[in-house]
T-cell receptor, first 112, second 113 residues
């Protein structure tokens, strides 16, 4: 049981490049989330999904897109990376809306 | 809006009990209170969740007074490995995000030898 895994762990992008972050969970959770955490700050919700085929905007969705084609996977895309998107990205999943969230190890993204 | 307020930081010593209070004056009737712990370079980890009175598990206790306008996370006999940031969350992340109130700044706990 791997829990929540994220790929890649680290990435450096140049401004304007695109990339996709992959999150996978093996707990059959309905809810999945993408957060970003800037240095010394709390987490901010980017997008979330309440089930396969659904996505919704969180607190800071601009510049990001997501897809949940399979229940176990939640993809976060950056179409045109900007230095302001330099951050650590965490994925999480939960069985219910108020239930315990299980977080992945994070992806450290630097945009130069 | 169930805005939460926590102390920015707290220092303690090994073996002591650490109590972190979170204020949430506008908590809604159906909101649960959840605490997470985060170590550097790791994702947050669930500690405990409660609705009212007292909840205890193997790592912490959560005290919630009758008016539910605050809650206190109690970590008994802390060790150096309890040095982390602790976040109080009221309600759920989806509701909180809609109100621009996801995880707050958290409380940075430093346990000294």
């Amino acid at each position: 049981n791997a829990g929540v895994t994220q790929t890649p762990k680290f990435r450096v992008l140049k401004t304007g490049q695109s990339m996709t972050l992959l999150c996978a969970q093996d707990m059959n959770h309905e809810y999945m989330y993408w957060y970003r955490q800037d240095p010394g700050m709390g987490l901010r919700l980017i997008h979330y999904s309440v089930g396969e085929g659904t996505t919704a905007k969180g607190e800071v969705p601009d510049g990001y897109n997501v897809s949940r084609l399979k229940k176990q996977n939640f993809l976060l895309g950056l179409e045109s990376a900007a230095p302001s998107q330099t951050s650590v990205y965490f994925c999480a999943s939960s069985l219910s809306r108020e239930g315990e969230q299980y977080f992945g190890p994070g992806t450290r993204l630097t945009v130069t | 809006l169930a805005k939460t307020t926590q102390p920015i930081s707290m220092d303690s010593y090994e073996g002591q009990e650490v109590n972190i209070t979170c204020s949430h004056n506008n908590i809604a009737t159906n909101d649960y209170i959840t605490w997470y712990q985060q170590f550097p370079s790791q994702g947050p980890r669930f500690i405990i969740q409660g609705y009212k009175t007292k909840v205890t598990n193997e790592v912490a206790s959560l005290f919630i007074p009758a008016d539910r306008k605050s809650s206190t996370l109690s970590l008994p006999r802390v060790s150096l490995s309890d040095t982390a940031v602790y976040y109080c969350l009221v309600g759920d992340m989806i509701k909180a995000a809609g109100n621009k109130l996801t995880f707050g700044g958290g409380t940075r706990v430093l346990v000294k030898p």
